[in-house]
């Protein structure tokens, strides 16, 4: 029996839920494992199999729920009486106010430095700018938004040797593009690009060009031949390119061991986004859309729904305990490591994010009824 409509809408968050929670991991991995950080790109010859799979996993969260913002706005215009003045409207109105919480709540969970002198421009900022620039794009036809998300996407990397330096319009307007680097603004202050914005735009439009795939008319069977055909298709593409060891990354290399040249090969870079990165992780996401439209799994994984239908909701609440918890530990227990608090297992990473996790679920879900319940309340519709 193909899914329902709600069952249909339900992969949607239960996919969001999923790359929260591989976000959760990450961050208690940069959080009690700061001895060991993880570069980018990652040393594959120095960083050990487990923990390189942790970041590793974590990498399909930020092009995940960007494609899935694009979709959801989508589906929030067929709601409407004029669909692309309403999504121009609601993506440039909650684009910015994701644009002023990046620079105000969740720098500052980060850093707890008030006034600060480092601000990051990272997932959230660049998730609203996104936002920002497809509530223009959506005016297009679609003839011209495919080739336009495919060249963004796939064309990115040709612009990888294109570096400026110093804090002019051209060049910081180009480190915001596409340029991880610090613009300082004066006084002390000075912002770090930590996601450059220009292939994340094709991402989002790519999620929004996904719509009509999850149209209410659409045959439940032809979306999933779709999400399929999509997600094999991406790897596949991956994998082509990859073993070819050229374009769209930084070539790989034989490691002294099968599993460190593994590692070598899926040692993708994110900082921007490589053509290579969003292959294999929208790939891997379009995959899990699929598997998630089965009746069974979906009832198996209710709960990852409750968390991905509140994701703003979750992402501020971790951040701020994840901040206490580590405030708390280093008070009560001391530094172990240095001048750091830090557990010394990927097993111990494993056991904090699974007990924040469920400490953070029942809020979680409290707040999405709320949502739920609560219609008429539209600053709800922003967390």
């Given amino acids: 029996m193909p899914p329902s409509v709600s069952t249909r809408l339900a992969s949607i968050d239960q996919l969001r839920g999923t790359v929260m929670l591989l976000m959760l991991l990450d961050h ?61 409207g609601f993506l440039f109105k909650r684009g910015l106010f994701l644009v002023v919480l990046e620079l105000t709540l969740v720098n500052f969970a980060w850093t707890f430095q008030f006034p600060p002198d480092t601000i990051y421009l990272q997932v959230i900022w660049v998730i609203g700018l ?48 596409h340029q991880r680097d610090w613009i300082a603004l004066g006084d002390g202050l000075r912002l770090r690009t930590s996601y450059p914005l220009l292939p994340w735009i094709g991402v989002i439009t790519l999620g929004y060009l996904m719509g009509p795939w999850f149209a209410n008319s659409r045959p439940a069977a032809q979306r999933q031949r779709w999400l399929l055909m999509s997600g094999v298709g991406a790897l596949a593409a991956f994998v082509m390119l990859r073993a070819l060891n ?80 580590y405030l708390g530990a280093l008070a009560l227990w001391g530094p172990t490591n240095g001048p750091l608090f830090a557990v010394e297992s990927v097993a111990a990473l494993l056991l904090i994010s699974t007990a924040l996790a469920l400490l953070l679920y029942l809020p979680t879900r409290a707040f999405a009824a709320l949502k739920a319940r609560r219609k008429d309340l539209l600053w709800l519709r922003y967390l």
């Fill in 28 to 88: 208690v991995r940069e959080t009690f494992f700061m001895q060991y950080q993880v570069s980018d790109p990652m040393d594959v010859g120095t960083v050990s199999p487990a923990l390189f799979a942790c970041r590793l996993l974590a990498h399909l969260c930020a092009p995940v729920f960007v494609l899935l913002t694009g979709l959801s706005a989508w589906l929030y215009g067929q709601r409407q009486a004029d669909p692309r003045r309403a999504i121009a």
């Fill in 130 to 177: 996104s936002m920002i620039a497809l509530a223009g794009l959506v005016w297009l036809p679609r003839a011209v938004l495919l080739p336009l998300a495919v060249l963004l996407v796939a064309g990115h990397n040709l612009l990888d040797g294109v570096h400026m330096d110093g804090n002019g319009i051209v060049a910081t307007l180009w480190k915001v593009l």
């Fill in 246 to 325: 050229g374009y769209g990354d930084a070539p790989w290399q034989v490691q002294d061991t099968a599993l460190r040249t593994l590692m070598s090969i899926v040692n993708i870079t994110k900082y921007p986004p490589s053509l290579l990165f969003l292959l294999a992780t929208l790939g891997v996401g379009l995959l899990l859309l699929r598997l998630y439209e089965v009746p069974a799994v979906a009832a198996a994984l209710q709960p990852l729904a409750r968390i991905g239908a509140a994701p703003m909701f979750f992402y501020l609440l971790h951040l701020y305990v994840l901040k206490l918890m």
